[in-house]
């Protein structure tokens, strides 16, 4: 009985459309099709024009009563009005279903006839500063009256009139399908060879000339003792020089260069001498090692946004160090109590204990790479490349290792698919000695014979970078551009 009762009551005229807002007022024009050659005063054609379709025009005084000619064949509405509104220097503004008003076309009476409609337009997941471009898109380019961002809600709200916002909403569709995907398909390529090789015959490079009787009389002085116990136990007689040499040699507690090296003698007598040449090697070593590094990373990216890679480790650095003697030493005498001299080592012990601290930073060795890719209109890909390769240099400046650095950058446009080759660095060091007698080592042919130690390194490394474009939001069939040359006019 309650709902009966209800239903009886009279409702509002305006209660269906209390909660929500109205649509936008459009022209109910009939679907006629007519031809137009008139010549006479343009407030009569655009009357003419509009009656001709059921419209009431309501033509403003701004527009100016001067003679012109129209000449349209076959058109609707649309097509008539815009061609008498470029002939006549006017537009019109709708006021109902069959009531316009039309005013001169001048940038204060756009303003001030336009109608103005207002819409929310809800873009969730966008960030505070992305929400602030949006609407300076908004005011700078589609000339909006007024644009609000809420960045709590993610919404913005426009109140412009109704093309404007059809086109906004449009660019905004485009804007927010989703960035282009693109995949990274990076390979670095590490060669790397090294040989060491040491052959040849090294001769002796000194040689010795000695007095052999100065040789036998130092030997026989500096093992008196030995010279006594040999002549006592009956080995050899006194004056048997060699003898008593031969003994001390063979029993091991003598050596001399004289006879365990060899010697060249020569003259006799007291100005006996002997040649004592140093020793001689052969050498036939050889050490070679290679080593094959490929590395296949693939890194998935949105368009315009940067893909880092790093490759190799992190070192320790020691900035500073930081001590603290205060839990270690509670009381100082003669500072926070009385005490005496003899105090002073123990605390001074004390210290020897007290931990040292390091601050490190952490330095990143290796390779750094960096790339945005950026997907053109023609579907190619522009990647932006930033490389750096860092490394110990050997050398170390008050206790702080000196890095060696080297770094890149540059853009490339490739075709999705298309490998390039963006770093191809090539390290080779070589060291050759020579071992050999003067003169004759430098003799071709000669030098193959003495000894040679010839070093050889080779390092490669090879990075290639081939972009696939996995998701595109670009269609194949984009509309062309259009150019509009200054001057040009539309045909009447």
Same mark, same amino acid.
Request: charged share 15%.
């Given at each position: ?49 509009? !009656? ?75 960030? !505070? ?41 449009? $660019?905004?569709?485009?804007? =927010?399908?989703?960035?282009?995907? *693109?995949?990274?398909? *990076? ?61 001390? =040699? ?160 540059? *853009?490339?446009?490739? !075709? ?11 390290? !080779? ?24 130690? $010839? ?7 090879? $990075? $290639? ?28």
């Amino acid at each position: 009985m309650g709902d009966d009762a209800l239903l009886g009551q009279a409702r509002p005229i305006y209660e269906q459309g209390a909660g929500r807002a109205g649509d936008a007022v459009e022209l109910a024009p009939s679907a006629d099709v007519h031809t137009f050659h008139l010549h006479a005063d343009q407030r009569q054609i655009l009357q003419q024009v509009f !009656k001709s379709y059921e419209i009431e025009a309501t033509v403003d005084e701004s527009v100016r009563a001067t003679q012109a000619r129209l000449d349209v064949d076959d058109a609707r509405f649309e097509t008539a009005a815009h061609v008498a509104g470029m002939v006549t220097d006017s537009f019109y503004v709708p006021l109902d279903a069959h009531r316009a008003l039309v005013v001169r076309d001048t940038k204060e009476n756009r303003q001030q006839y336009t109608r103005q409609e207002y819409e929310t337009v809800y873009l969730p997941g966008l960030s !505070k500063e992305e929400l602030a471009d949006i609407g300076n898109l908004a005011k700078n380019v589609f000339n909006a009256q007024q644009a609000v961002t809420e960045p709590s809600s993610g919404t913005i709200s426009l109140r412009a009139p109704q093309s404007t916002l059809d086109a906004f909403n449009a $660019i905004m569709s485009q804007l =927010l399908d989703g960035h282009s995907q *693109v995949l990274l398909e *990076v390979r670095m390529i590490q060669l790397a060879h090294i040989t060491a090789r040491n052959t040849g015959v090294q001769p002796p490079q000194s040689v010795s000339a000695i007095n052999v009787y100065s040789e036998e009389q130092s030997i026989l002085n500096s093992n008196q003792a030995l010279v006594q116990q040999i002549i006592s136990s009956g080995l050899a007689a006194p004056g048997d020089t060699l003898a008593i040499l031969g003994i001390l =040699l063979a029993s091991g507690q003598v050596s001399s260069s004289l006879l365990t090296n060899g010697v060249a003698l020569f003259g006799g007598g007291l100005t006996a001498s002997a040649l004592a040449p140093g020793s001689m090697s052969a050498n036939f070593s050889l050490n070679s090692s290679d080593s094959r590094e490929l590395d296949e990373i693939q890194l998935r990216v949105g368009d315009g946004e940067d893909a880092t890679l790093k490759t190799g480790m992190r070192y320790p650095i020691q900035t500073s160090s930081y001590s603290s003697i205060a839990g270690s030493v509670p009381s100082i005498p003669g500072l926070t109590g009385a005490g005496s001299s003899s105090s002073l080592s123990s605390l001074l012990a004390s210290y020897g204990g007290v931990p040292n601290i390091p601050q490190v930073q952490y330095q990143d060795l290796g390779l750094t790479l960096k790339a945005t890719p950026r997907v053109m209109r023609g579907s190619e890909v522009a990647l932006k490349i930033d490389m750096k390769i860092d490394a110990l240099a050997g050398t170390s400046v008050n206790g702080n290792p000196v890095l060696s650095n080297r770094a890149w950058s540059g *853009v490339v446009t490739v !075709k999705p698919g298309e490998a390039v080759e963006v770093v191809s660095e090539l390290d !080779k060091t070589e060291s050759r000695a020579i071992s050999g007698v003067p003169g004759i080592s430098e003799i071709p042919g000669m030098n193959n014979l003495t000894g040679k130690d $010839i070093q050889k390194n080779y390092a490669t490394l090879l $990075i $290639i970078i081939t972009p696939h474009v996995i998701r595109g939001t670009q269609a194949a069939g984009h509309s062309p551009m259009l150019r509009v040359e200054p001057g040009q006019t539309a045909a009447h």
